[in-house]
């Protein structure tokens, strides 16, 4: 096997075959690494394609990332918060826990029950996770929406949720920027009698408009109980919805439990990172985004670890801010993203060599291929070839990770930009278009085949799209959309998405959510979306835009004006690369826009490589499609 043969000396080979051989036991094993107010009655109901774990059993969220380390860790510090102005605060369990019951109580004394939805639209500051666990302290739901989303993209959320309370800030730092979150609030809000209060963090002192449906968080806190006892919720009782994007229109609202979640993070978190007690950990992942509920919420704070929190963007005031914070904390444990480290790779490596990263003793990548060359520069110039990387491939709705090295578990031999092997008790298969198991090293779809405990419960309000999207195209097989292969050792290699959802940035982009916008634009008539290899954010996106006839505006004044749209409809994030105008997009006899030709064209493939991709369409039908757009293309970028 060739390989980097790196490891932390752990080898618990029995949890491995105890894995396989019945891996409804090995939760259940594993949860009682929890603490629960009573036992499960029943390890996994299973009626497919609809999972509950540990039936019968009760426990609390936040009750065992809080109340459970009061005893030995309570002035350890959890949250160690960087701002990106260079504030600097630290919290400690105690800490966390006090606020957090102080917050419970003004959920409670506002009306807010078990099962109540609360959206939370905050920065990167330490009131995030509070708001979060205080949701989970008293059963509500929490919907965190990333702080880049638009109003747009916000209302969509809140109307989908109906949730009553929202949580904000004044403004949020980005970049040296404020972003005035208020008032984007104020706008996605303004036709919904239904909620009922929002909250407002004071973190930037802009000045806001108060109403009287406004309350500031600072206030609320005054003069409130420190004591809210942790509800006893059922296992299956949903912690969150996190909205993430499809190949539909409309976000999914995927919707997570309590007991399998915690007990799936707990596990992962242990194996995957090797936490010690005198750990630093520092996942940079933005908490509005599944990685950030996962590695920066639950999974550090199940454990009592030590965790760095930083607000701002990577790059700000230059890209070399990551490495500066792991010197000023002594992180020890690094959790990032392809993108990120792209990105300071082309600023060479005296950035990183002008720090002390001496303390770094395990690497963590996520959320988008990392490619064999930035997975080499990480390990030589970030981990000076001692500190392990591990790849973790998972999902939103996975809950946690799914496949990837774990060192606190097994030494394993790394091959550089393979995720190496499932997590211990998931059947993970690579298979063709009728559901067989391809032979090694050939490109398939990934499916797992049995349930695991963090799984999704549904997507909020739609059991039957749960069904559809996850679960029809293979019978009894959780379908994730990706592409990858396994090979000879058994070795799984993540080669992107097979159905229409982009990763620009390891954000998850649907196609038809930018189509839907721009279709929305009144001179436009149709429009097709596609993803182009982009060197820094891993895909770019392009648009192929149809206008109405007879419109008379210039090509470059409708290019802004989309661009424009795209930002205020749902997010910066989303602004394609470039935008073509073309008189007609290619489709097959049926009606089907011939996808992967367009991309072959974004790409300047020639017609040899993509005529043998698309579905259902014979080849001269490709050939005079390819011709038609050749010749009425007009290409504009920014
Ligand atoms: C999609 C899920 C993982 C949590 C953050 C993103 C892609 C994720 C990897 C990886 C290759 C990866 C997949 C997946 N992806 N991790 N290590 N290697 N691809 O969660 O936004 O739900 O996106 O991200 O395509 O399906 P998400």
Redesign the pocket.
């Known amino acids: 096997m060739s390989g980097i043969n790196i490891g932390l000396g752990n080898n618990d080979t029995e949890i491995r075959r105890e894995a396989n051989s019945d891996f409804i036991t090995f939760w259940e094993r594993q949860a009682k690494n929890l603490s629960w107010f009573s036992t499960w009655k029943k390890t996994l109901d299973w009626s497919p394609p609809f999972a509950r774990w540990f039936v019968g059993g009760t426990i609390n969220a936040s009750y065992n990332t809080l109340d459970i380390h009061q005893q030995n860790k309570a002035d350890k510090p959890a949250i160690l918060w960087e701002g990106e102005n260079g504030e600097s605060r630290v919290l400690t369990y105690k800490d966390m826990w006090t606020r957090v019951q102080k917050f419970a109580n003004v959920l409670k004394s506002l009306g807010v029950q078990k099962g109540d939805r609360i959206i939370i639209y905050l920065p990167m500051i330490p009131e995030l996770p509070i708001s979060m666990l205080a949701c989970a302290r008293i059963g509500a739901i929490h919907t965190v929406i990333f702080s880049g989303f638009s109003a747009a993209a916000i209302k969509d959320r809140i109307d989908d949720s109906k949730s009553k309370i929202v949580i904000t800030a004044d403004g949020g730092y980005r970049r040296g920027n404020i972003i005035k979150l208020k008032e984007v609030i104020d706008e996605a809000i303004k036709d919904f009698d239904f909620i009922q209060n929002v909250i407002v963090v004071e973190r930037t002192k802009n000045k806001i408009n108060m109403s009287s449906k406004d309350m500031l968080w600072n206030e609320l806190m005054h003069n409130i109980s420190d004591t809210c006892v942790a509800e006893k919720l059922d296992s299956s009782h949903p912690l969150y919805i996190l909205y ?1 994007s499809g190949t539909t229109g409309k976000p999914k609202g995927v919707l997570h439990g309590t007991g399998g979640y915690l007990t799936h993070l707990y596990s992962t978190f242990k194996w995957a990172f090797d936490i010690k007690d005198s750990d630093v950990f520092f996942c940079t ?1 933005d908490i509005g ?3 950030g509920h996962s590695y920066v919420v639950y999974g550090p704070l199940l454990h009592g670890a030590t965790e760095v929190m930083y607000e701002g963007a990577p790059d700000f005031p230059d890209v070399s801010r990551i490495w500066k914070i792991i010197q000023k904390y002594k992180v020890t444990i690094l959790y990032t993203t392809p993108t990120a480290l792209r990105m300071s790779m082309k600023f060479g490596d005296d950035l990183p060599n002008s720090f002390d990263l001496s303390t770094l003793r395990l690497l963590g ?6 490619n064999p060359e930035v997975w080499k520069w990480y390990f030589k110039i970030i981990g000076k070839e001692k500190c392990p990387i591990i ?7 996975t809950g946690g990770m799914m ?1 990837s090295a774990l060192p606190g578990l097994e030494t394993i031999s790394l091959k550089p930009g393979s ?1 190496t092997l499932p997590i211990p008790g998931l059947n993970i298969s690579v298979v063709d278009e009728t559901g067989n198991d391809v032979p090694p090293n050939t490109k398939g779809y990934l499916v797992i085949k049995n349930p695991w405990p963090g799984m999704l419960l549904t997507l909020w309000g739609d059991d039957e799209k749960y069904r559809d999207v996850y679960w029809s195209k293979y019978k009894n097989c959780y379908y ?3 592409y990858a292969l396994k090979d000879t050792d058994g070795y799984f290699w ?1 080669l ?2 097979a159905d229409d ?1 982009l ?1 620009v940035s ?3 982009i649907g196609t038809a959510e930018l189509e839907s916008c721009i279709v929305s634009h009144h001179d436009v008539a149709e429009s097709a979306v596609c993803g182009i290899p982009d060197e820094i954010k891993g895909e770019a996106i392009i648009a192929f835009v149809v206008l109405k006839q007879n419109v008379t505006a210039e090509a470059l004044i409708l290019e802004k004006e989309l661009s424009i749209k795209i930002r205020t409809d749902i997010g910066a994030i989303a602004t394609p690369k470039q935008i073509y105008f073309v008189t007609a997009l290619p489709k097959t006899r049926s009606g089907k826009i011939m996808r992967r030709l367009l991309k072959g064209i974004a790409n300047n493939e020639t017609i040899g490589d993509v005529s043998t991709l698309e579905d259902g369409a014979a080849v001269t039908e490709i050939q005079s499609a390819f011709d038609e757009l050749q010749k009425s293309i007009h290409k504009k970028s920014n």
Request: aromatic residues 10%; hydrophobic residues 30%; charged residues 25%.
């Open positions: 993430t992942a985004w599944v990685t990548s996520v959320g988008e291929p990392i790849d973790t491939w998972w999902q939103t709705e496949i995720g994730p959309g990706d993540l992107g998405r959802v990763k390891g954000h998850r």
